[in-house]
């Protein structure tokens, strides 16, 4: 049985460390950069914009997080939920907690009119690309996810359109 409820500010070390958890299983162990502070501040700062759930078991202990923000739907034109992160603890996968996670999830689209409930899985994580469309969902197979980070960031996005870096850092 898996309890699903809001985050709560307590939370933010269990949810910071299965994002740690979810970086080894995804290769990337060293790539998390955020903090308890960093997390606790999106999650509950004065203007919160990211939200996450969390699932329980009977007992009350924490056994993985969704972590989610909206998106919208220029076609829909409608809200969306973007799920950030799924994780379920790997001693507690195979009990409902990710597929209880995702029906809140999907439940509060529905509630709220929201088009959508959509997220990322890399290629080659086959247990969870199989646990996904045994739920219905499917792929976008003619949509690649672009993304523009560090260096290129800072290059691109420290210029504005059709001006040089000189006028940029004027304004």
């Known amino acids: 049985m898996s309890v699903i409820r809001p985050a709560a500010v307590d939370d933010v070390p269990a949810i910071l460390h299965m994002i740690h958890e979810l970086a080894v299983y995804e290769k990337e162990p060293d790539a998390v950069k955020n903090t308890p ?3 606790r501040d999106v999650l509950f700062g004065d203007n919160p914009r990211v939200y996450a759930h969390m699932a329980e078991n009977a007992a009350g202990e924490v056994q993985g997080f969704a972590l989610w923000f909206l998106n919208y739907s220029t076609w829909e034109g409608v809200h ?7 994780y379920v603890t790997p001693e507690a996968r195979g009990e409902g907690h990710g597929k209880a996670l995702l029906q809140h999830l999907a439940a ?5 009119g929201y088009a959508r409930v959509e997220w990322s899985v890399l290629n080659w994580n086959e247990p969870s690309i199989n646990f996904y469309k045994n739920l219905g969902a499917f792929p976008m197979e003619e949509w690649s996810t672009f993304r523009l980070t560090g260096d290129a960031l800072a290059e691109f996005g420290g210029v504005e359109f059709g001006m040089g870096a000189k006028a940029a850092s004027r304004g």
Do not use: F
């Open 108 to 112: 509060t689209a529905v509630e709220r």
């Open 37 to 39: 502070e960093m997390l």
């Open 80 to 86: 969306g939920i973007y799920l950030e992160d799924l």
